[in-house]
Each structure stands twice: as structure tokens, then as C-alpha cells.
């Protein structure tokens, strides 16, 4: 079992109950205390609970369940975030996993953030982020900007990595959204693009979204565990760069991990 699938359950099971004692979790769970410790301490730090001599309680009675859904989102994110280092300028394009990614940020200092949504830009200036927000045709449905205007103003910045989300993966692996202008948009990103970092949950493996981006070059790609090995096989046999929901760790052994790939 994955870091994130035991925090998930650790997270049910504290909601439903209030409390939890860390023997209890070892043995339902069947990993050592140790392991379980470390997973609590975690999840106090993102305060969903309060750790207690040889347990944890639920933080300040607030109930939190997850849908299926949102936690595919999640776990993206949480190996997203793993890309981001302290100082870093990065660009991260609308999608709803990219706005999960948004979130995991908060705890990153000095990050520089260019965007073309709302939301996001929303949510890195709550962190208190520096953001740019690129200006252009505004998409009511997509909330966020693309078009002409959008493009040119893209070219005048320079990130080191780029978060871009994807509505679609074929057989062939080609890629594909929501909408021509879009595509366009994204286009124009990937062109600029020194380090590109593809998310996509695996719910949207083995579909066309409606427009076609065709194959990509050069990229890493962020997905959940539960993608079928087969497609697994068939990045692995490209030669790209794949990461699913796995607990890496330290920054340093995900770099290790990254490096072998």
C-alpha cells in the first residue's frame, strides 16, 4: 500500500471516529509503527489532525471526507509538488489538477508563479506567492485566459518548469483538450517550455478529449498508481519519464529516483 492510499484511509478513519491510536493503525494497516508515526506527522502538518501521546485526535472537531475524485487530483499533486524547490519561477496552465498542485504549494518559499488561471492565481497570492497573471480572451467555462494576447504575453517570461494539464491520453499516446484555442494556447507554452511536467489523472487514459495536440517530444508525466501497468509499460518502452503516486520521500531521493529513469 502507497503513503497517500494509508493517509487517505488514516484520514476516513480519524473523521468517522475523532480519535486514533497508532498500534491500532499498524495493525490494521499492516506496517510498522514507525511507518504509521510518519504518516500522522504529515498529515498534522497539513491539519488534519493532532497528533496525542501514542495516537492522533481529530483537528479542532473538524469532520473531512474525500471522494474518490478529489483524491485522484490530490495525489497528482502531491508528486507535482516534488518538482518545486524553494526560488524556483514556474508556470502552471488551468486545469483542476493544477489547481490541486496550486494548494500543495503553500509551504514552498520565494516561488515566482505565472498562470492563465484565475483560481490558481487566486490561491498562490493567498500564500502570499508572487504571481503573474497572463492577460487575454477570457474563457468563461475554462475561467482562465488564452487567445493571441495571451500567447505573446507568455513570451515574455522565462520559467524553469512548466505544470501543464492535459484532458486527454490515447492508445497512441497523443494528446488532446478541451477546445482548439486551447490547444493553441498550450502550444504556444510548450514551445517556451525549458522542463515540462505533464498531469493527468488516469480516469482520462484511453480518451480523446475534442481537439488533437498529437505526440510531444519531451516531457514527464505525472499520473495516479492506479493506471494500468500496460500503459505503464508503453511510457517506459518510449523512454518518458513517468512518476505515479509514491511516496519519494525527501526531495534528495526523488531526485535520486528521477535521476534513473
Do not use: W
Request: charged share 25%.
Amino acid at each position: 500500500m502507497f503513503a497517500l492510499e494509508r493517509k487517505r484511509l488514516i484520514q476516513n478513519y480519524i473523521s468517522d471516529n475523532g480519535k486514533v491510536l497508532v498500534a491500532n493503525l499498524s495493525r490494521m494497516l499492516g506496517v510498522s509503527e514507525v511507518t504509521i508515526r510518519r504518516d500522522l506527522e504529515s498529515l498534522e502538518k497539513e491539519g488534519y489532525l493532532r497528533r496525542t501521546h501514542g495516537g492522533a485526535v481529530l483537528s479542532d472537531g473538524e469532520i473531512v471526507h474525500y471522494n474518490d475524485e478529489d483524491e485522484d487530483l490530490n495525489e497528482i499533486a502531491v508528486v507535482a509538488a516534488r518538482f518545486v524547490q524553494d526560488g524556483d519561477n514556474i508556470f502552471i496552465t488551468n486545469g483542476e489538477t493544477n489547481s490541486h498542485l496550486a494548494r500543495k504549494l503553500a509551504s514552498h518559499h520565494s516561488l515566482t508563479v505565472l498562470t492563465n488561471d484565475i483560481a490558481i492565481a487566486s490561491e498562490m497570492a493567498s500564500q502570499g506567492k508572487k504571481v503573474v497573471l497572463l492577460g487575454g480572451e477570457f474563457d468563461s467555462d475554462e475561467k482562465a485566459s488564452f487567445g493571441t494576447l495571451a500567447i505573446e504575453n507568455l513570451r515574455k517570461f522565462s520559467v524553469s518548469k512548466v505544470f501543464m494539464e492535459v484532458d486527454g491520453v490515447d492508445e497512441e499516446l497523443v494528446f488532446s483538450v478541451n477546445s482548439p484555442t486551447k490547444a493553441s494556447f498550450l502550444t504556444a507554452v510548450i514551445a517556451e517550455a525549458k522542463k515540462l511536467i505533464i498531469l493527468c489523472p488516469y480516469t482520462r487514459f484511453r480518451s480523446s478529449a475534442f481537439y488533437s495536440m498529437g505526440k510531444l517530444p519531451s516531457y514527464t508525466f505525472v499520473t495516479n498508481a492506479r493506471l494500468e501497468d500496460s500503459c505503464k509499460r508503453q511510457f517506459f518502452e518510449e523512454g518518458i519519464s513517468m512518476f505515479t503516486s509514491v511516496d519519494f520521500g525527501s526531495y534528495e531521493e526523488f531526485e535520486k529516483s528521477a535521476s534513473r529513469l
